[in-house]
């Protein structure tokens, strides 16, 4: 893809610019802190990397953070891992998630949507007496600062009631969603081992009722370090023996008690996708989510009361935790549980319309869905409150921010970003007061140093490099869950540059400062020492309109040589004959690179994923290279293990 001066696709208004908080924020900290008052974004991005401690302390400013007892400074350690972020300074994080309760009372904090799509408001006053009511609850059965909280829920207020209960009282949250089987939650839950189990007896999806009792009696069962099990009636059933009736916790009129605990105090863990060996549990800070996702959400999304805040995601994405810090901006939040596609393609369109959403975040996968089915988004609904629509998951192809320009507005920001759960948060993004070009990130984040590097920890502009980030995050992991020494943790990221955050994906700053995201290094394409990202034959190959979804996967060979097959499922009716075949290796040929052209075209009936809807690649690469399906692959992680056994089978045949 060409990085040279091409004409953006979006710019935004003058109007646009003064009035985005990051402007405002720059004037400010120009003033108080010594920014620089000109030079525009890539001007106050400089000075963020910088001058890190001065930004990370404007920010608390600006935001207004309370700290109960004052730290220190603001970084004690600058070290990788290791970074001793704010010490001394003690608060809480749910105390910031309901303060807009302070002066909204009657307004909403949440709006509650299931697949009838019409949605139920919870009001601040309402949230905060539920979190009051539930945390006393928490301390009656014993729960103490650092216990560990775990939620199998769908995306309900009961959900983040529950999520501010517990770090109102200083415990440590964790969550799945009721599709996980128990095999997945265990995997998770086991690890951390929690003394509280708030569960759903069921989910509606697609339009159906999917009971799940009986795995919550097997998560009893497996969980023995559990106190107290909470029921949420969800399909109207009545509590299990045993278990304690959310109703009966939360109805008291009862103001919050926020402990108050120290800036590295954990908040949550969260797991990776773990597609070999048990998934990593990262755990996370009170103080380092708080001002991370003000950061973001204020000054990246450029959020505030009057905004309405709606991402597709689920309480087992990293994406549902960064919805519910919109509160900690004032915003309300879009809480939608059911399936992204019902009853028809456009649902998520129709969810935005109706709860008047004015930043809508969803997959690079369901735009491409929507482009596909032929949805119409801005003929079909009333979209005039959406000022943007940001994407993550995988990156957006070029045709998706052609399809979102051309079929919701030609004046809509497209913010297309890229982070990871392993930070909670963004490393390049949303940046209200840029140009947008396709195919590209807008920017780094603030106080990210975001760079491309070669193998020798050179920096590359213009040019395919690793993912790096060169200064400590306050988002980054306190640590992983058990594991003692900090190996584990420093092999995920610190083993190939040291004190360097190398994050696993291939990159390209271009010399406007934007970002384009080649797919994960780790899965990375090398064909005659050309290195290409599996996204891009993505973006190439899934244009054709026969091709529903495609896996490229590059195998070393024992004998030196390199085979790279491309895998296809195919849209219904469409056939791999000779022409088909053909088209796809001259789409990749001719867009792409004739190194890059698959040595075999195979169809498949599916493209496995994990539980957060990415593409399986490295698994499926050691099935191919013949290793044992337990081996190559966390069978829990998975959406569809009977996708895998055609990998394994193929593996097993040219072994």
């Not at 001002?291 to 994406?319: A, I």
Request: aromatic share 10%; proline share 7%.
């Amino acid at each position: 893809m060409s990085t040279t001066n091409p004409s953006p696709l979006w710019q935004p208004t003058d109007e646009v610019i003064a009035q985005a908080q990051v402007t405002k924020f720059q004037a400010w900290a120009a003033e108080r802190h010594g920014a620089p008052s000109d030079g525009g974004y890539a001007a106050l991005h400089r000075w963020s990397v910088d001058e890190l401690d001065t930004f990370w302390k404007a920010v608390t400013e600006w935001f207004d953070v309370r700290f109960s007892t004052p730290y220190a400074r603001v970084l004690g350690d600058r070290s990788m891992p290791g970074a001793a972020w704010f010490p001394g300074g003690s608060l809480n994080y749910a105390e910031h998630a309901l303060r807009a309760a302070e002066t909204r009372a009657d307004e909403p904090a949440l709006l509650y949507v299931d697949e009838t799509h019409e949605s139920v408001p919870v009001a601040w006053s309402d949230l905060r007496r539920q979190v009051g009511s539930l945390a006393a609850e928490l301390r009656t059965l014993g729960v103490r600062p650092g216990d560990r909280v775990s939620g199998y829920l769908p995306n309900i207020p009961q959900a983040v009631v529950a999520l501010l209960a517990t770090a109102a009282v200083g415990g440590v949250w964790t969550s799945c969603a009721p599709d996980f089987g128990a095999r997945s939650v265990l995997d998770r839950f086991q690890q951390v081992e929690p003394v509280v189990l708030f569960a759903v007896d069921g989910y509606r999806y697609g339009g159906k009722e999917h009971d799940r009792r009986d795995t919550v009696a097997e998560l009893r069962r497996e969980l023995p370090t559990l106190r107290a099990v909470v029921h949420i009636p969800l399909l109207g059933t009545e509590a299990p023996e045993g278990a304690l009736d959310w109703s009966a916790l939360t109805t008291a009129d009862v103001e919050p008690v926020f402990e108050q605990v120290p800036f590295d105090h954990p908040l949550w863990v969260l797991y990776s996708s773990g597609t070999t060996g048990l998934p990593k549990a990262i755990v996370q800070s009170q103080g380092g989510i708080l001002v991370e996702h003000l950061k973001q959400l204020g000054l990246h999304c450029d959020l505030g009361p009057e905004d309405r805040f709606f991402w597709y995601t689920s309480t087992g994405w990293m994406m549902w935790n960064f919805l519910v810090s919109g509160l900690l901006t004032g915003t309300t939040i879009v809480l939608y549980d059911g399936s992204p596609g019902y009853p028809d393609t456009g649902a998520q369109w129709r969810i935005a319309e109706r709860t008047g959403a004015t930043l809508y975040g969803t997959s690079a996968a369901y735009v491409m869905a929507c482009r596909k089915a032929g949805v119409h988004p801005s003929r079909d609904f009333d979209l005039s409150r959406v000022r943007c629509v940001a994407t993550t998951g995988s990156p957006l192809p070029p045709d998706g921010f052609r399809w979102l320009h051309d079929e919701v507005r030609e004046d809509l920001w497209i913010a297309s970003v890229s982070g990871g759960t392993d930070v909670c948060s963004c490393f390049a993004g949303a940046v209200p007061t840029l140009p947008v070009y396709i195919g590209e990130l807008q920017a780094a984040g603030l106080g990210t140093d975001l760079q491309s590097w070669d193998p020798s920890g050179k920096p590359l502009t213009d040019e395919v490099g690793e993912l790096v980030v060169t200064n400590p995050m306050p988002s980054m992991p306190i640590r992983f869950w058990n594991d003692p020494d900090g190996s584990r943790y420093h092999d995920s990221y610190f083993d190939t540059y040291p004190g360097v955050w190398r994050h696993g994906d291939w990159i390209t700053v271009t010399s406007r400062g934007s970002v384009i995201i080649h797919g994960r290094s780790d899965s990375t394409l090398n064909r005659q020492g050309v290195r290409m990202g599996s996204a891009d034959i993505y973006e190439a190959v899934e244009r054709l309109p026969e091709i529903k979804e495609s896996l490229v996967i590059g195998v070393e060979q024992p004998d030196g040589g390199y085979w790279m097959p491309l895998f296809v499922h195919l849209a219904p009716g469409a056939v791999l004959d000779e022409a088909l075949l053909n088209r796809i290796k001259g789409t990749i040929r001719e867009q792409l690179s004739p190194r890059h052209v698959p040595d075999e075209v195979i169809e498949v009936p599916g493209v496995p994923h994990t539980l957060t809807g990415k593409r399986i690649e490295v698994p499926v690469k050691r099935l191919l290279q013949g290793a044992p399906m337990e081996k190559a692959v966390n069978i829990g992680s998975v959406d569809d293990v009977e996708l895998l056994r055609f990998y394994e089978e193929l593996g097993r045949e040219r072994g």
